[in-house]
């Protein structure tokens, strides 16, 4: 149910059509998020599953990984295809910041 930081660089870079949720508060998201990501914080998931598609693979992403998981195990729950990305943001960035330093 997650994927690794660089599972999923590889699928950003393959284009694949992918629906990447954010569920952090507003003010994580604004201090940092990923490029095309939709913002709708874990508290109030459950009010907007019509804004979240079935169709595609969803990515939850959050902080450090536990609440982005909780969401992909609640969207899986409710028909969606969703893994959670493995670390969050953290994992994120340090493999951003280790691709740019090679």
Not at 67 to 89: D, I, P, T, V
């Amino acid at each position: 149910m997650e994927i690794s930081a660089q599972e999923f660089h590889k699928k950003i870079q393959n284009k694949e059509d992918l629906f990447l949720l954010d569920v952090r508060t507003k003010e994580e998201y604004e201090e940092d998020n990923i490029s095309n990501t939709i913002l709708i914080p874990i508290k109030v998931l459950d009010t907007k599953l019509n804004e979240i598609p079935k169709n595609k693979l969803i990515i939850t992403i959050c902080a450090h990984g536990n609440r982005s998981l909780r969401a992909a195990q609640f969207l899986n729950a409710h028909g969606y295809k969703a893994l959670s990305l493995e670390g969050g943001m953290e994992a994120w960035n340090n493999l951003i910041i280790n691709e740019a330093a090679s």
